[in-house]
């Protein structure tokens, strides 16, 4: 299927999706612009996007393949794609694939998960085999234990690995803990979460030979975001056209942003799906146009990606910048923000995770660095503390391997929540 004109997927959505032809009921017959429509709120979609008796589908669940996803809101929804669909969206990404550095010939190891209705391992294999230049495709996937992954990315020479970071971290700590040298390894291909500088430390050791690289930008609900742009930011990317169109939008006025460094949150619309569509979707991530080319925005991290600890906004970002500043010698090649509760009030602990090898030197000082670059750009934490409102922070040490993953999707669980719910 060749992407539609804007104004026909809005006709066509209008009659014969109920949801749609709800959310557009105030508006003018021939309204055809995206601004002139409302962004959709992601509870009222989900909420309406129902397996059975779905208000957001054009037509009969006749034709399609069925997936799960988590949405931007966390518990499981279901994403449909019909076969012509689902071939335009792993061919337009299979496209984007040259950007990141595929060579015709190259072994692509496929680390992503499969199974329980997931997507990435399919899209991604289907996308290779998309691709407009030649490959060798290894199925191996996610769940696969590394000891029985690096006999087989070492026998079959694997050149280029797509995963996660989550699980290329972990096959890298088993590298660098084995002594094991996959020589062959020359590009790294992440996806599904953002990769950060101690990640990259980890896999720069392990694979000394490899460049990290984004695989590209996309969800099984949202569909086509960004082709990677080749260069030394792997969080730039730049839209499908003229399969999707990104639109990146005022955190509080909703108005689109047109000038570079302004950050904004993320809305997509998919021009070549009609069976669910999706106009002026929030993909659930915070970016900014670069000004460096036609299209070219940076992917700046989740739009909600934080805990409340008592009365204290906290994200990830906050802490992963801490870890930066602090740590200096490049201890770190992980983390997780853990809360709990006890003696009726939360804490917040840091867990901090480390090479294999790792002696173990300086790891007083280092927390407590941590701690303080955090508490720096954050000072209603210490404010709390001292109110008797939260625990002090802490950190606690850890193994990459040890850090708590999505048992699905295989991506790194950025903030656990232990605290007991009544």
């Known amino acids: 299927m060749s992407a539609q004109q804007l104004s026909d997927l809005i006709r066509f959505a209008r009659h014969n999706s109920p949801f749609y032809r709800d959310l557009y009921a105030s508006l003018p017959p021939h309204a055809d612009r995206l601004t002139d429509l409302p962004v959709v709120d992601q509870q009222e979609f989900w909420a309406a996007n129902s397996l059975h008796d779905s208000r957001v589908l054009t037509g009969p669940l006749s034709e399609a393949t069925v997936y799960k996803t988590g949405g931007t809101t966390g518990s499981p929804k279901f994403s449909v794609y019909t076969r012509d669909e689902w071939r335009t969206f792993v061919t337009s990404f299979g496209q984007g694939l040259v950007d990141t550095g595929l060579r015709p010939g190259h072994r692509v190891a496929d680390l992503f998960y499969a199974g329980e209705l997931y997507a990435s391992f399919l899209f991604v294999l289907d996308s290779l085999a998309h691709a407009p230049v030649d490959n060798v495709r290894l199925p191996i996937g996610g769940g696969a234990p590394p000891e029985t992954t690096i006999p087989t990315?070492?026998?079959?020479?694997?050149?280029?690995?797509?995963?996660?970071?989550?699980?290329?971290?972990?096959?890298?700590?088993q590298v660098v803990s084995t002594g094991v040298r996959l020589d062959s390894v020359e590009l790294l291909l992440f996806g599904g979460e953002a990769l950060f500088d101690d990640q990259r430390r980890l896999l720069a050791t392990a694979f000394p030979r490899a460049e990290a690289r984004s695989v590209g930008y996309a969800s099984v609900d949202a569909g086509l975001l960004g082709r990677p742009v080749p260069g030394p930011d792997a969080r730039v990317h730049r839209a499908f056209t003229p399969y999707s169109v990104v639109e990146i939008l005022d955190d509080s006025t909703d108005e689109p942003v047109t000038e570079p460094g302004r950050p904004g949150r993320v809305v997509v619309t998919s021009l070549f799906r009609r069976l669910m569509p999706i106009i002026r979707y929030p993909a659930g991530d915070r970016a900014e146009w670069t000004g460096t080319g036609p299209g070219h925005f940076r992917i700046l991290g989740r739009a909600e990606e934080g805990v409340r600890v008592g009365p204290v906004s906290l994200y990830t970002q906050d802490a992963q910048d801490a870890v930066t500043a602090a740590d200096t010698a490049?201890?770190?090649?992980?983390?997780?923000l853990v809360v709990r509760r006890w003696d009726g009030r939360d804490g917040l602990v840091l867990r901090l995770a480390t090479a294999p090898g790792d002696p173990g030197h300086g790891r007083e000082q280092l927390a407590g660095a941590v701690v303080a670059e955090l508490e720096a750009v954050r000072p209603l934490y210490p404010e709390s503390v001292r109110a008797g409102f939260v625990h002090p922070l802490s950190v606690e040490w850890a193994r990459h391997r040890d850090l708590a993953v999505n048992p699905r999707s295989g991506k790194l669980v950025r903030v656990l929540d232990e605290r007991p719910t009544a």
Request: net charge neutral; hydrophobic share 45%; charged share 15%.
């Open 153 to 173: 990315l070492r026998d079959l020479a694997a050149q280029v690995l797509a995963g996660t970071p989550t699980t290329l971290c972990r096959l890298a700590e």
């Open 330 to 336: 490049g201890q770190v090649v992980g983390m997780q």
